[in-house]
């Protein structure tokens, strides 16, 4: 007599179709030759065959093994799957994790039994946790990153991973940046629910640029920083169209920037960013509307897309611009460094205040675990590349447009160094939690 235990038979992974399939005709074909091992009438191992043999009325043997109790039978099923050719780093990784709790519960049975010490070097040493991942045939890593799957991952991509469709650290990176999102926005909303910064001195109006910045008067901004859609495909998580006709994309592009000339004091500026896609025709539409281009700065961001074909994008360009060539705001001391002659040749002639930056900025892009970094946008300016636009460029208390404002960046920055900021955005998503992250900024 045979018994099926369902706690023995779901500590045993599952075959798939084809490997039902096939396993039946062997079967069929050559009869059941490898016998069911049981203990005390309980079934171990063979309950595939077991299955087909009773649906096919076909004859089995049965092998008898002695166990001391039930816990050693579930070490026994587990270590005999382990055996299994056909069994995904996943699999063998979740057979690891219910060998565990039972190998813990063997161990502090020894220890009662040494009156609490552990035997040293017996036959009934505890395995550990490395000796475990050994037994499974996977590292000590993959255990630990398939314990947090386990427990996270929705059933469908544990099915995958099964399937080998995908791989445990691909998981395992969704999960981690989806903790580390949920952790940003509690933090946010913590930050948030103490007063910092008095509202009047930023806000963030939803809608489309160029119909909120013909709302407000002209010359009330010293600078505007616009790092528009690039129109290179990017999914900015809303539903503008970054595909449009080069000659439907400039001509918006040409309607806001006009907007924003009309925006700026006489001495302010205009700072924009662009990919490589459109830098050439960005100049040249700056000075049909009559800024003229101060700096053509090249932004290197030290890591940037991998192009098999081609030289890898790692930078982008950053127009800086004026209304008046004449007369603008420019703080150098915002923007200088050390010279050469200073730090390295010891040349009395070097200017002790240091020199203005290059038109080269190296300044790294935010990575993904990045303290900085803001759950949910895309394309995340780093604060370090806007503190020095703004203080270059205005002055404590001036206001400071971004009409494509995102995750706020800008605004933390005039914040931060006591200047008034109004940023622009049409996605309510990302307003709603730029306005989050302002509100707990501290100037």
């Known amino acids: ?134 037994v499974a045939g996977v590292s000590h890593d993959t255990i630990h990153k398939t314990k947090l799957i386990a427990e996270k991952a929705p059933e469908a991509v544990k099915k995958a991973l099964r399937n080998g469709e995908t791989t445990i650290n691909r998981v395992y990176q969704v999960l981690q940046s ?27 109006l939803t809608g489309d640029c160029v119909e909120q910045l013909d709302k407000l008067p002209a010359g009330t901004a010293r600078m505007v920083f616009a790092d528009p859609p690039y129109n290179i495909g990017i999914n900015y998580g809303d539903d503008h169209d970054d595909r449009l006709p080069d000659e439907a994309y400039l001509s ?37 509307l009559g800024f003229t281009v101060r700096n053509w700065i090249k932004w290197y961001e030290t890591f940037g897309v991998n192009c098999p074909k081609k030289f890898n994008r790692t930078s982008r360009h950053i127009f800086y611009a004026v209304k008046d060539p004449e007369r603008f705001v420019f703080n150098a001391e915002a923007v200088r460094r050390p010279s050469d002659r200073q730090t ?32 949910d946008f895309p394309t995340q300016l780093p604060l370090a590349l806007l503190e020095p636009i703004l203080l270059c460029s205005t002055h404590p208390n001036d206001l400071v447009i971004d009409p494509f404002s995102g995750s706020g960046t800008t605004g933390v920055a005039a914040i931060q160094n006591g200047r008034r900021y109004l940023g622009i955005e049409r ?10 992250r302002l509100q707990g900024v501290r100037s």
């Open 1 to 134: 007599m045979v018994n099926v235990d369902t706690e023995f038979r779901g500590l045993i992974p599952p075959l798939t179709l084809e490997e039902l399939e096939q396993l039946e005709a062997n079967i069929v074909r050559d009869g059941c030759r490898d016998p069911l091992v049981v203990w005390n009438d309980v079934l171990l191992d063979g309950h595939n065959r077991f299955d087909i043999c009773e649906r096919c009325n076909l004859p089995f043997a049965t092998k008898n093994i002695d166990l001391p109790d039930r816990d050693t039978a579930k070490v026994w099923v587990i270590r005999n799957q382990f055996g299994r050719r056909n069994l995904t780093a996943f699999q063998r990784a979740e057979l690891a994790l219910k060998l565990e709790p039972l190998i813990a519960e063997r161990a502090k049975q020894n220890q009662r039994k040494a009156g609490g010490a552990l035997p040293q070097k017996s036959a009934e040493a505890v395995e550990t946790r490395t000796e475990v991942a050994r």
């Open 178 to 204: 989806e903790q580390r999102r949920k952790l940003k926005l509690r933090q946010l909303r913590k930050e948030a629910a103490v007063p910092s910064t008095p509202a009047a001195d930023w806000q963030i």
């Open 252 to 288: 918006w592009v040409e309607t806001w920037m006009r907007a924003c000339h009309r925006v700026l004091t006489d001495d302010g500026s205009l700072w924009v960013m662009i990919c490589d896609e459109y830098a050439g025709e960005f100049a040249v539409l700056l000075k049909k």
């Open 344 to 375: 390295k040749y010891s040349d009395s002639r070097a200017n002790p205040a240091g020199k203005i930056w290059d038109d080269v900025w190296q300044i790294p892009r935010l990575v993904g675990t990045s303290k900085e970094r803001v759950p």
């Open 427 to 436: 996605s309510e998503q990302f307003v709603e939690l730029s306005r989050l």
